[in-house]
Structure formats: C-alpha cells, structure tokens
C-alpha cells in the first residue's frame, strides 16, 4: 500500500478550503501565511497532530456538535482551513460570502472583522455582486504558537457531552501509535451541549463564516446576553460591567472582569491568545443568540434541559 504524504495531504485541505472560501481573490497574506505556518508544522512534528485534530473536528461535525480547539493551536490559519478552529486569524476584512471577494481594513483601523459589521460601521456591498459583505479575520499573529515552550504536542478541545463516549472510543484510534507524545484532552461543556441539541432539533446550524450581518454586539448592548444560559459566568460578568459594543471593549473588560474572579491571579495572556480565546466565546454566544432569536420555543424547551 502506498504511503500518504501527510504534509502534501494537510496543503490540499487547506489550500481547497482557501478556494472555497475566497475563490479566485484569494489573499495574497494568506496564502504567505499558510506557507510559514506548513514550514513549522513539518519542524516540529505537528502535521499529524493536525490531521487527527481535523478527524476529530469532522466527526464531531457529522454528529451535528460543534467542536473547538482551545489550545494554541487555534491561533493558526491551516487550524481554521482544516476545521477545528472557527477563528480566522488574517487582517480584518470585509468579506463577501457569495463570490469571496474581500478588502483589507488599513493597519489599526479595527481590532476584529466582528467590528466592520457593528451598528456603529457603514454597510457595505459587494463590488461584483452586490451582496451585502460581512467582516471576518481577526488580526491574530502566528508568533506566539512559535514562542519557546509553546509546542508541547497538547491539545484541549470542547465538545458536547452527548459525544463524549463515541469520541472517546474514536480517539482511540487515534492513538493507536504508542510512540505518539500528543496529548488530547476533551472536554464537554454546557455550552457546546445546547448549541449541539439545537443543531440537532432544528437541523440548522448557524455558521461564523456567513453571518449575513449579523451584528455581533447588538446583544451586549440591549442586555440579551444575560439571559443565555451556559454561558461562563467570567464572560457573562462583562455585560454588567459595561455592555460593550466593539471588540477592543470586550477585551478590556475581560481582562478586568478576569481580575475581580482571580484577584492575585496572572493576567499577563499574550495578547493574540487572549484574542483567540475572546473571538470563540463570541462566536459560540453569537450561535446561542441565533437560535434564541430564529426559534424561540426550541431554545426555551432545550435551555431548560441543560439547566
């Protein structure tokens, strides 16, 4: 049987989710990004651990449960093009989700795409096709998965925990070699069950790559946010502290909130796995938000499930 080339595997996945994406305006950035990033996952043994993580990722997706790497992994572009990262870590920009045409915000212009598409930035459409362009990309450096000390072959993923056991024995599989040093740790949590018995209830899955507008801060501002559940208390604690409305602000305000939870505690996070951190609770809360919204006696009955 002949050998499959893993690094030549991992660069067509990602190189045809770029074209779906993006189509024919592929970024110049990502595509140098993605590059870099190949080199290092060779280096230092990584390939593999991405391929399982992918697995992982897609058969969480084929159960109708969402899965999130929160390791440091997910700071990674070829994370996001292969699944088990939701975060798009290249320049803010609005993105049209219909041909995959975007623009690049000027350096410093905003922190988030969630920003471009907030009640205080302009609409805009698409040039080609006139639909309306949503923002994405998240301005999140490659850097700090490159730090020293930082590729310790461990990963922590979120899932549901009506998963866990048939993930479980999947993964077992995934160990099968007993040399392997990498170390999985999956963990099931309230939030990641009801968005998975949502799913599942209603066969829609709300996704942050076309979110049609959107607006990922309405919520903060009108106070719905308090009335999810699941949601983690550190993070539910920054509405009352300011119900901010830009992305910069939440940032603020967790590192503030997290302060009040852990007095004495190091706050000190790197700034871009800080941001990958706050990017996928927001993510999780816009879906959360969606449903609530879209079908409401669905989320009702299903909240009072999980609590």
């Not at 305006?25 to 390939?47: C, D, N, V």
């Not at 700071?75 to 041909?99: I, W």
């Not at 983690?232 to 509405?239: F, G, M, S």
Request: net charge neutral; proline share 5%.
């Amino acid at each position: 049987m002949k050998k499959v080339d893993n690094v030549k595997l991992v660069k067509e996945i990602c190189n045809k989710r770029l074209k779906e994406k993006y189509k024919v305006f592929i970024p110049i950035e990502a595509k140098q990004r993605l590059s870099k990033e190949m080199k290092y996952l060779k280096k230092y043994g990584m390939i593999s651990d991405f391929l399982n993580l992918s697995h992982i990722a897609e058969y969480s997706r084929l159960l109708g449960a969402p899965c999130m790497e929160r390791g440091i992994s997910g700071v990674s572009l070829a994370a996001y093009l292969m699944g088990f990262s939701e975060v798009n870590p290249l320049k803010p920009h609005y993105y049209c989700p219909q041909c995959g045409y975007n623009e690049v915000v000027r350096d410093g212009e905003v922190p988030s795409g969630f920003d471009l598409i907030s009640v205080y930035q302009s609409k805009r459409e698409c040039p080609f096709c006139h639909t309306k362009m949503t923002g994405d990309g998240h301005n999140i450096s490659f850097d700090y998965m490159d730090m020293e000390g930082m590729r310790d072959h461990r990963y922590f993923i979120d899932v549901s925990n009506d998963i866990i056991d048939g993930l479980a024995k999947y993964m077992q599989n995934l160990r099968a070699d007993k040399n392997m040093k990498t170390v999985f740790k999956v963990n099931a949590t309230p939030m990641m069950t009801m968005i998975h018995r949502l799913s599942v209830a209603t066969g829609e899955y709300p996704s942050d790559r076309c979110h049609d507008g959107f607006d990922f801060f309405s919520f903060f501002i009108d106070g719905e946010y308090r009335t999810l559940p699941c949601v983690k208390p550190l993070t539910a604690e920054i509405v009352e502290n300011g119900c901010p409305a830009s992305f910069s602000a939440v940032m603020d305000m967790y590192r503030k909130v997290y302060a009040m939870f852990y007095p004495g505690a190091d706050t000190t996070y790197p700034e871009d796995y800080l941001k990958k951190a706050v990017t996928e609770e927001i993510i999780q809360v816009f879906r959360l938000i969606w449903y609530k919204r879209e079908v409401p006696e669905v989320f009702n009955r299903i909240s009072e499930e999980i609590s």
